[in-house]
């Protein structure tokens, strides 16, 4: 027998790593529209990952457990409490921690809808082994099968999908979820903002002080400047991490130490002020899956300058429109970057207006997120199947 419309409302569980402040914005407004048929599972990470990320401002919603890294039998734990919730509909986000994986493939072969949502890069498979491509498309292709949705959240993410199923399948299944970034919030506050005449050129860097990163590179590029164009460039560093004394070191030796200043871990809710006093917001990393600064430097009204491999990038940098997309990670390209938007009459301002403009156009935002899990609520309560 088949129902167009079930009598009762189909229930839906999040089931993911503990979750960023982004992600519990969106959770939060969630649960005041599906009080009664959402609840949120999260599965706390190893402690040197949730040390990197103690600087997020959270508010969890009410309908949600928490699982402690430090319980042996937390799988145990979840799958009970998931089964007395008893959903409809189970939302994984990511295959870590582990026993999210684990705990789909259960669901899976109890026949449970399942949707996944991961911020893959293609441009980063593509980086690692072909011994280890071929594995990661094995198992993708496998486990993605199975999904009911697949959220993606830009081409880089989506042609991931592609790539480990196929074209035909993914349209079949795919559905817009960007990052629940908070566009309006870093909007208003860059138009409050007045710059000051006297302030320096602002080179903004936010996130992890780890290699991958690659904020050498920047004081590299630093270093390569004009003397004369050094002594009014300034480059905040937010965040911390292993890499911090080296990096300290490196502009020591290349005498430009008084060019940075490493501010370390901020409060989530305070790095606001940092991407709306900045002129330019660089982003070197070797790889990237969907940095959300760049939707946060957008936002706020300020060029990136990044290279093309970069999640999100072929989205949202338009190269000479809303920022610079670089073709190399090569020190000279980078200072070539960083003059031309110094030379520019406003410092590249215009270059951010625009990817003000066009970050909000294209629907990288909370509000899209939003509507996109009404449609998959609707989708779920009209599904024929029984």
Same mark, same amino acid.
């Not at 300290?248 to 490493?262: C, E, H, P, S, T």
């Given at each position: 027998?088949?129902?167009?419309?079930?009598? /009762?409302?189909?229930?839906?569980?999040?089931?993911?790593?503990?979750?960023?402040?982004?992600?519990?914005?969106?959770?939060?407004?969630?649960?005041?529209? #599906?009080?009664?048929?959402?609840?949120?599972?999260?599965?706390?990470?190893?402690?040197?990952?949730?040390?990197?990320?103690?600087?997020?401002?959270?508010?969890?919603?009410?309908?949600? !457990?928490?699982f402690s890294n430090t319980d042996k039998l937390r799988i145990f734990h979840l799958i009970k409490k998931i089964n007395e919730f008893d959903p409809d509909l189970i939302i994984s986000v990511g295959i870590n921690p582990r026993p999210i994986w684990v705990i789909v493939l259960i669901?899976?072969?109890?026949?449970?809808?399942?949707?996944?949502?991961?911020?893959?890069?293609?441009?980063?498979?593509?980086?690692?082994?072909?011994?280890?491509? #071929?594995?990661?498309?094995? #198992?993708?292709?496998?486990?993605?099968?199975?999904?009911?949705r697949i959220f993606y959240m830009g081409s880089g993410n989506r042609n991931f999908y592609i790539w480990a199923t196929n074209?035909?399948?993914?349209?079949e299944r795919k559905m817009f979820f960007p990052f629940a970034h908070d566009h309006n919030y870093y909007k208003?506050?860059?138009a409050?903002?007045?710059?000051?005449?006297? /302030?320096?050129?602002?080179?903004?860097?936010?996130?992890?002080? &780890?290699?991958n990163k690659r904020v050498d590179l920047l004081i590299d590029s630093v270093a390569l400047l004009p003397v004369e164009m050094r002594k009014n460039i300034i480059c905040n560093i937010v965040g911390y991490g292993i890499e911090k004394e080296s990096l300290?070191?490196?502009? %020591?030796?290349?005498?430009?130490?008084?060019?940075?200043?490493?501010v370390g871990a901020i409060p989530s809710d305070k790095v606001v002020d940092y991407y709306i006093s900045a002129d330019v917001f660089v982003l070197l990393s070797d790889t990237e899956p969907c940095p959300l600064?760049?939707?946060?430097?957008?936002?706020?009204?300020?060029? &990136?300058?990044?290279?093309?491999?970069?999640?999100?990038?072929?989205?949202l940098v338009v190269d000479g429109m809303t920022g610079i997309v670089l073709?190399?990670?090569?020190?000279?390209? %980078?200072?070539?970057?960083? %003059? /031309?938007?110094?030379?520019?009459?406003?410092?590249?301002?215009?270059?951010?207006?625009?990817?003000?403009?066009? %970050? !909000?156009?294209?629907?990288?935002?909370?509000e899209t997120a939003l509507k996109s899990f009404c449609k998959l609520v609707e989708d779920l309560d009209i599904d024929n199947e029984v």
């Open positions: 027998m088949k129902n167009n419309i079930m009598s /009762q409302p189909k229930k839906i569980a999040w089931l993911g790593g503990y979750p960023s402040h982004y992600t519990c914005g969106l959770h939060c407004r969630l649960e005041k529209l #599906f009080s009664d048929r959402l609840r949120f599972f999260y599965i706390e990470d190893q402690k040197n990952e949730r040390d990197a990320r103690k600087f997020e401002k959270t508010m969890l919603p009410d309908s949600c !457990e928490v669901y899976i072969l109890m026949k449970k809808k399942i949707c996944y949502w991961a911020d893959t890069n293609i441009q980063d498979i593509f980086l690692s082994p072909k011994w280890r491509q #071929f594995l990661k498309r094995l #198992f993708f292709n496998l486990y993605l099968s199975k999904m009911w074209r035909d399948f993914f349209n208003e506050a860059s409050k903002y007045q710059r000051n005449d006297k /302030q320096p050129f602002t080179i903004l860097s936010v996130g992890r002080l &780890v290699f300290i070191q490196k502009a %020591i030796q290349l005498d430009v130490r008084d060019n940075f200043n490493f600064v760049i939707n946060e430097s957008m936002s706020s009204g300020i060029p &990136v300058i990044t290279p093309y491999w970069v999640g999100l990038v072929s989205d073709q190399d990670n090569n020190t000279e390209t %980078i200072a070539k970057a960083i %003059i /031309q938007l110094y030379e520019s009459n406003d410092y590249g301002k215009h270059l951010g207006i625009e990817g003000q403009k066009h %970050i !909000e156009l294209m629907g990288f935002n909370l």
